[in-house]
């Protein structure tokens, strides 16, 4: 008679067990969650610091070989971009610039090249460049990373800024869900940006493709 009531305790007791684990898991990506988004934001900054240090150099070099501090001097013509982007060193990190989605509100720096730990940092790049047209920047899906991707809707902005301060404008083609292994699919789309990152469990990527903007 006692044998169905002790099943019964046992079954509860592994249902609050999983109740619990499941809080805790929730809690622990949330932490990892904002962690990921503050540390993003420091590096942000010294980026941009970068980006504005880098500027005001270039700046000082034209009146070093103008020889004039004069500023009713007219204006030198704009400069050709580099054939190359430009890579920084930022805190034993290279670093190619920021991308901005003003609809997500979100501002990341954008490291050179990608691995499993840099991402826990940044975006990384993981193809191409913006003087290519075929720039691929991979991220995790936390919620101050890419994990917002999935609700942009065509027509929405992206810019990239590099190094120099160079800005590349794009607008959102579409949002596809892809598996993992449509690597060709994400590196040679055709299209001149791609974000994409993985859904919560990994089992599909969330991608983004986008074109540069007309104007």
């Not at 430009?86 to 990341?108: A, K, Q, R, W």
């Not at 794009?170 to 949002?175: Q, W």
């Amino acid at each position: 008679m006692n044998k169905p009531k002790k099943t019964g305790i046992v079954f509860l007791s592994l249902g609050a067990v999983l109740i619990v684990s499941a809080l805790l898991l929730f809690l622990y990506n949330g932490a990892e969650d904002e962690e990921a988004g503050e540390q993003a934001q420091a590096m942000l900054q010294e980026v941009q610091g970068a980006i504005a240090e880098r500027n005001e150099d270039t700046a000082q070099n034209h009146k070093s070989e103008s020889g004039s501090e004069d500023e009713t001097e007219p204006a030198e013509e704009t400069e050709p971009r580099p054939t190359e982007i430009p890579v920084v060193m930022i805190e034993g990190h290279e670093y190619i610039g920021f991308i901005t989605i003003p609809v997500l509100e979100i501002e990341l720096p954008v490291m050179s090249d990608w691995d499993y730990d840099k991402l826990r940092i940044s975006p990384c790049r993981q193809f191409g460049s913006p003087l290519t047209d075929d720039l691929v920047i991979a991220a995790h899906n936390y919620k101050r990373h890419f994990g917002l991707l999935s609700s942009l809707e065509p027509g929405d902005a992206a810019i990239f800024t590099d190094m120099d301060g160079y800005e590349d404008h794009y607008e959102l083609v579409r949002v596809e869900t892809l598996k993992p292994t449509a690597v060709d699919a994400v590196q040679n789309s055709g299209h001149d940006l791609v974000l994409y990152t993985c859904t919560y469990g990994g089992a599909t990527r969330i991608v983004a493709f986008f074109d540069r903007a007309e104007s």
